[in-house]
């Protein structure tokens, strides 16, 4: 058996500049990091000969093209493991909160799978190959940012080429700094999923028309990276992330709703610096900045939602338990 845990991540600035419609002509970039909410999956050898899948249902398929797990399938495809597996998921987080779970499950199944295989991978391939899957082969209206940061883990400012390579370069903090974010994030669930790819394509078509603000966003990625240098500023960071919100918001697409702009404005008025909905928009996530003693104001401002603790996970998908294995 092997077993992998992935990181989800939070985005804190540029998302939107990964789509091809902006990267394609100038770098997008985006500042993004690791955090200790995790996509854990196994994969061992089945006795019958099937593959069972179980996920938030289960299937037992007779070989891969039966299944209806899209990223599971094309990931047996490309690996080229075929028939007899159990395969299982289960993550911290539920799919549709802007926290980049689809990816993580594609570069953690890889990394599963090409571990089972006895092959040692690297976080690059991982991205890549996630990438091709989801993108690539499975046609989705999706950016680029959200495997590499499952792969890599940490802190990284993530850069997107014109001629679609990626640049991750980690972002050099002072570790009080960073304990210090961790103290000042507040993860608020606004009890809302949604479907991020819609959003997406609709951002995607529109992006030529929004190419000065998309400008705007990813530039905010390098200020907040310049930002983070050295002994870090939180207020800095803070009104960055409130620079970040404006410009998101006046996209459009579906990206923020009423009672989120509410959410948002409350937490202002009780105190917070900044934030900004994770993910494409439209639900799951809001993340708000502010000083750990305004936290229980803000929370009561809000109606005490559901939230998450926020801790940076410094690695990236990662082999945690390798068993003695057998073929039946």
Same mark, same amino acid.
């Given at each position: 058996?092997?077993?992998?845990q992935t990181p989800y991540r939070v985005s804190f600035a540029g998302?939107?500049?990964?789509?091809?419609?902006?990267?394609?002509?100038?770098?997008?970039?985006?500042?993004?990091?690791?955090?200790?909410?995790?996509?854990?999956?196994?994969?061992?050898?089945?006795?019958?000969?099937?593959?069972?899948?179980?996920?938030?249902?289960?299937?037992?398929?007779?070989?891969?093209?039966?299944?209806?797990?899209?990223?599971?399938?094309?990931?047996?495809?490309?690996?080229?493991?075929?028939?007899?597996?159990?395969?299982?998921? #289960?993550?911290?987080?539920?799919?549709?909160?802007?926290?980049?779970?689809?990816? $993580?499950?594609?570069?953690?199944?890889?990394?599963?799978?090409?571990?089972?295989?006895?092959?040692?991978?690297?976080?690059?391939?991982?991205?890549?190959?996630?990438?091709?899957?989801?993108?690539?082969?499975?046609?989705?209206?999706?950016?680029?940012?959200?495997?590499?940061?499952?792969?890599?883990?940490? #802190?990284?400012?993530?850069?997107?080429?014109?001629?679609?390579?990626?640049?991750?370069?980690?972002?050099?903090?002072?570790?009080?700094?960073?304990? $210090?974010?961790?103290?000042?994030?507040?993860?608020?669930?606004?009890?809302?999923?949604?479907?991020?790819?819609?959003?997406?394509?609709?951002?995607?078509?529109? $992006?030529?028309?929004?190419?000065?603000?998309?400008?705007?966003?990813?530039?905010?990625?390098?200020?907040?990276?310049?930002?983070?240098?050295?002994?870090?500023?939180?207020?800095?960071?803070?009104?960055?992330?409130?620079?970040?919100?404006l410009l998101k918001r006046s996209l459009g697409f579906g990206i923020?709703?009423?009672?989120?702009?509410?959410?948002?404005?409350?937490?202002?008025?009780?105190?917070?610096?900044?934030?900004?909905?994770?993910?494409?928009?439209?639900?799951?996530?809001?993340?708000?900045?502010?000083?750990?003693?305004?936290?229980?104001?803000?929370?009561?401002?809000?109606?005490?939602?559901?939230?998450?603790?926020?801790?940076?996970?410094?690695?990236?998908?990662? #082999?945690?338990?390798?068993?003695?294995?057998?073929?039946?």
């Open positions: 058996m092997i077993i992998t998302g939107g500049t990964d789509l091809p419609a902006f990267y394609e002509h100038e770098y997008g970039a985006v500042l993004s990091m690791g955090v200790s909410q995790h996509m854990y999956v196994t994969v061992s050898p089945r006795f019958e000969k099937t593959t069972r899948m179980a996920y938030t249902r289960v299937e037992i398929a007779d070989g891969i093209d039966q299944l209806d797990h899209t990223i599971a399938r094309e990931a047996l495809r490309m690996t080229d493991l075929g028939k007899y597996l159990e395969i299982t998921t #289960v993550g911290d987080v539920p799919a549709g909160t802007g926290m980049g779970s689809s990816s $993580s499950l594609a570069v953690g199944l890889l990394n599963a799978l090409y571990a089972y295989k006895g092959q040692v991978t690297s976080p690059g391939m991982l991205a890549e190959k996630a990438c091709e899957i989801e993108i690539d082969i499975l046609g989705k209206p999706i950016g680029r940012q959200d495997q590499y940061a499952a792969a890599y883990g940490g #802190v990284n400012y993530i850069k997107f080429n014109p001629d679609h390579t990626v640049d991750v370069e980690p972002v050099p903090c002072d570790p009080a700094f960073l304990d $210090s974010l961790e103290k000042h994030v507040l993860l608020l669930y606004t009890d809302q999923s949604r479907d991020a790819d819609t959003i997406l394509k609709k951002q995607s078509e529109g $992006s030529a028309d929004k190419m000065s603000v998309l400008r705007e966003m990813r530039d905010l990625a390098g200020e907040l990276r310049t930002t983070m240098g050295g002994k870090g500023d939180l207020e800095d960071f803070g009104r960055i992330l409130h620079e970040g919100w923020t709703n009423a009672g989120v702009d509410e959410w948002y404005n409350v937490a202002r008025a009780n105190g917070a610096m900044g934030g900004k909905l994770l993910g494409a928009g439209g639900g799951g996530f809001l993340l708000v900045m502010a000083p750990p003693e305004r936290h229980d104001a803000i929370r009561a401002a809000c109606g005490h939602p559901r939230e998450l603790p926020f801790r940076i996970d410094r690695r990236g998908s990662r #082999v945690i338990f390798i068993s003695d294995r057998y073929a039946f």
